[in-house]
Structure formats: structure tokens, C-alpha cells
């Protein structure tokens, strides 16, 4: 019996768009002081690869996003940017800094998004988007779940319409458990991002890397009182609060960053 030829992802020029969550933090394989790797890289890494693996040229790939940014400055700034650069792949994922706000409106959100994404169809652009995350187990985040829920329900709307891709974010089993997500409690770790990449293959019509991709991970012991406190003690002191005092002056964890990746170049698979 002979084996099936290897499926070549049909595109040539991939552009990520967003924020921190698709400038990669916190995967962060070369240290803290290099640039971040993420969902966005691994995708671009293992559609190279399976492109090489075909017999074609690798994917190019450029990535725009930059931590911090709100919706507006991501359609209004970097989705021309990404037009200029002819990709016939964009992954195009924003919102979460905005409902994180109290002024975050899902409806005026998503009115933006499917704005972009038009753009984006009518240039012939295949779109990639993801909903947001499940945080039900966040004793913080978890106040927006509801608007974050409403947003996600119009982004499977604006994916129907368009003809776009869409992550399941919301839906994934492993996303439940803390080892997949960073100290700050809002950014995953290098296995979240892991599983992200091959969440964003299965949202893509291609077959995953391994099927139990989203299995979820065997559960550990509880935890003691006494640590969960001492860790949520450190949380807010660490984490929180700085994020709570760049909000009160108007201040963002981008500011005065350029994307990481501007230019779109070859993907070598690792």
C-alpha cells in the first residue's frame, strides 16, 4: 500500500495581525530579551513545512502584531499595512484588550472586525480569526465572560457571512487547565501556544500534528489554601497592579514597539 502524498497548504504569503496573544507571549524559547515566538510562528512553521514537504516553496511569513494593541489601531494600522504586502493568508485577531475595559462593546467590536475582514475578502485574502478565550476558572477575567461570549457569537456570524476561518478558542478542553497559561494569568505558556497552532491547522481544514491535540491534561493534586493565597497575593502585586496603572494613565505595555516580523520572508521548518 502506497502512502498518501504529504496535503500542501495552498498559500504562499501568511500575515499575522493582532496583539500580544499573536505576538507570542509569553513563548519565549530564546529568553525573555528576544522576541517572542507564539501560535502565529508555529502555524507559519508547520504549513512550511508541510509545503516543503510537497515539493513547493516555503511560506512566506510576516507578523505585525504588537502587545497592547486595542481593535482600532489593528484594523486601522495594521491591516493596510498587511494589504501592502500581498498575502493570500491573514490572521486576523483583536478585541480582548478592549472587553478587558469597562467600555468594551462586543456589538461596536464586531461591527469593526467584520469591517476589516471585508476588506481583507474582497482583496482575495483568505482570513483566519479566533473567538476568545473560556475564562470561567479566572476568578478576575471571568467578569467579561459574558461579553466575551457575546463577541464570540458574532465572530461565527461574520466567519459564515465572509467566508473566513475561526479558532475555537472558547471551546478548547486543554485551555481549562493553568499549566498552558503564563504567571500573568492572561498569556498562555509555549505548550498553550502549542496547542493554539494546532487548533489554528484544525480551523484551516488541515489535520492536526497529533489527533489528541486537545486532550485534556491529567489532573494534579489541589492545591493548599495557603499557596493559592500566597500566589494570588503575588499575582496582584506583580501582575495587576501594573497592568491596573498603565490603564489609569492611559498607557499601553506597546507603546513605542514595531512589529517583529514587518517584512515577509521564508519560514524555514524548524
Do not use: C
Not at 509545503?51 to 489601531?73: D, K, W
Not at 493548599?224 to 500566589?231: H, S
Not at 514587518?262 to 524555514?268: A, I, K, R, S, Y
Amino acid at each position: 500500500m502506497t502512502e498518501a502524498a504529504p496535503t500542501t497548504p495552498p498559500w504562499t504569503r501568511y500575515v499575522a495581525l493582532g496583539d500580544s496573544f499573536t505576538e507570542g507571549l509569553w513563548d519565549a524559547p530564546d529568553g525573555l530579551d528576544a522576541p517572542m515566538r507564539g501560535w502565529a510562528d508555529l502555524l507559519a512553521e508547520r504549513l512550511s513545512a508541510r509545503r516543503t514537504a510537497a515539493g513547493a516553496a516555503p511560506l512566506e511569513y510576516a507578523n505585525l502584531a504588537i502587545r497592547g494593541r486595542r481593535l482600532a489601531p489593528i484594523v486601522d494600522d495594521q491591516v493596510p499595512a498587511a494589504l501592502a504586502l500581498a498575502p493570500d493568508l491573514v490572521s486576523l485577531v483583536g478585541g480582548g484588550n478592549d472587553l478587558l475595559r469597562p467600555d468594551g462593546n462586543p456589538d461596536r467590536l464586531a461591527a469593526r472586525l467584520e469591517a476589516a475582514v471585508v476588506r481583507l475578502r474582497e482583496a482575495g485574502v483568505d482570513v483566519l480569526m479566533a473567538t476568545g478565550f473560556d475564562s470561567a476558572d479566572s476568578p478576575v477575567v471571568r467578569l467579561t465572560r459574558a461579553k466575551v461570549a457575546i463577541y464570540n457569537t458574532m465572530i461565527w456570524s461574520i466567519a459564515r457571512r465572509q467566508g473566513a476561518h475561526v479558532v475555537d478558542l472558547w471551546g478548547m478542553r486543554a485551555l481549562h487547565d493553568w499549566r498552558m497559561w503564563a504567571e500573568d494569568r492572561i498569556h498562555l505558556t509555549s505548550a498553550g501556544h502549542e496547542r493554539v497552532a494546532q487548533a489554528a491547522l484544525v480551523a484551516l481544514g488541515l489535520e492536526p500534528d497529533a489527533p489528541g491535540w486537545d486532550d485534556p491534561l491529567t489532573p494534579l493534586p489541589p492545591t493548599p489554601f495557603t499557596d493559592r493565597a500566597r500566589a494570588n497575593a503575588r499575582w496582584l502585586r506583580v501582575h495587576a497592579a501594573p497592568w491596573a496603572t498603565r490603564r489609569v494613565q492611559h498607557r499601553s505595555s506597546g507603546d513605542g514597539r514595531s512589529p517583529k516580523r514587518p517584512v515577509p520572508t521564508p519560514v524555514e521548518p524548524a
